[in-house]
């Protein structure tokens, strides 16, 4: 069954430089979330998308941004990178329906490990 | 106050044993209610979606309790490959979705 998919899986940035993500949700899914995790630390909300819109915003820095493209892939964009930038960004995808089976139940794509030096 | 709040563990209990973990919500209209499981430098992956009347996959149970706002996953017969961290995950709107994750509970399971 096809997964949701991450590019690339790992980067390394100099700090002040910029960063790109992509996530490729599960087909016919129409949400997408990105998620920030530290070393150590749980799975931070950053944003999510909902059919190309935001839908929700969490913990994002304003030097990030993210949008949702009309074939449903997601990016995050990330400027002015800094040393606490480091971690793994996972994106997540799921289909909203209420009372149905498996609704609303986050598939996880395998993450992108970026690092700022 | 955190949203979603799990036991801090870290758990480190003997094979075959039997662990139980707890989690508390804050939104009193949270919808759904799930456990990941996240090995080291890995993904979260859906363990068990919590259902109101409480359900059981082989040695996975999980219950939820609306009036007190917390759900619970109980292990039974540990297995070392249980060794995890346990991450309980609320979505807390009806209609749309904000999910939050609790700050994850480690279990290690020794021989």
Redo the contacts between chains.
Sequence with gaps: AAGVIQSPRHLIKEKRETATLKCYPIPRHDTVYWYQQGPGQDPQFLISFYEKMQSDKGSIPDRFSAQQFSDYHSELNMSSLELGDSALYFCASSFWDRGVSGANVLTFGAGSRLTVL | RKEVEQDPGPFNVPEGATVAFNCTYSNSAS??F?W?RQDC??????LM?VYSSGNEDGRFTAQLNRASQYISLLIRDSKLSDSATY?C?V?MR?S?????????TRLSIRP
Aim: avoid cysteine; hydrophobic fraction near 35%; proline fraction near 4%.
């Design positions: 919808q759904s799930f990941y430098r890995k993904e979260p992956k859906l979606s991450l995950v979505n009806s749309a979705s904000k999910i939050i994750f609790g700050s994850g």
